[in-house]
């Protein structure tokens, strides 16, 4: 079977509610969109975004809402994926340089190090599983993540768990009571328990 079928075969699969088929299909197109990004990233922010991790970012979001793709040319799911891919990298191109500089986002990828424990802080729901065994799948898919999060979300995980500041000062810091603070915690890790899980599936198989 040439490429063009069995991306035919696994889209078709996957439009009949094959979460294995879909994986496969993504992963198909890998390769692809990652020579797509890899020209249109800014040379200053190579070091910050990594084009694998915008792929990783466009597979969860292709995974969550393929239901709602609808097929018309040929090539169309190539470029759905495309657009969402170059949308991913504009938004984190836009969080590292709204209200911060380079260097403010360097410095806070460096205290992702920091980070590293949370994913085995988060509760073993069966679907994180498989990044213990993976420590650098485990930290990209990670970075990944929190890329996803709210300002707000972030930057409380960040001061919590890279910094390790008390929740006391983080209210301080945030403007916010004791109990909103954890309030954001227990979210922000709520969200990114759902985001590893989804990520898990792609950032594993590699």
Not at 43 to 58: C, F, G, M, R
Request: aromatic letters at 6%.
């Amino acid at each position: 079977m040439d490429r063009k079928a069995k991306l035919k075969q696994l889209f078709d699969q996957a439009k009949h509610g094959d979460e294995k088929a879909l994986e496969s299909l993504l992963w198909e197109h890998f390769n692809d969109l990652c020579r797509y990004m890899t020209p249109q990233m800014p040379t200053d922010l190579k070091a910050l975004i990594s084009v694998e991790d915008v792929v990783s970012q466009t597979f969860y979001e292709a995974f969550r809402d393929f239901s709602k793709f609808r097929e018309k040319p040929e090539g169309s799911f190539t470029a759905w994926l495309k657009t969402i891919a170059r949308n991913r990298m504009l938004d984190n191109i836009r969080k590292l340089r709204k209200g911060e500089n380079v260097n403010r986002a360097t410095n806070d990828n460096a205290m992702l190090s920091g980070c590293r424990d949370l994913v085995e802080l988060l509760p073993d729901d069966g679907t994180t599983a498989s990044f213990a065994a993976k420590r650098e799948d485990a930290e990209r898919a990670l970075q990944a993540a929190l890329n996803q999060l709210s300002d707000q979300h972030r930057e409380a995980i960040l001061l919590r768990y890279a910094e390790d500041i008390g929740i006391d000062e983080i209210a301080e810091r945030m403007g916010k009571t004791r109990g909103a603070v954890r309030g954001l915690l227990d979210r922000a890790k709520a969200e990114l328990r759902e985001i590893l899980g989804s990520m898990s599936r792609f950032m594993s198989a590699r």
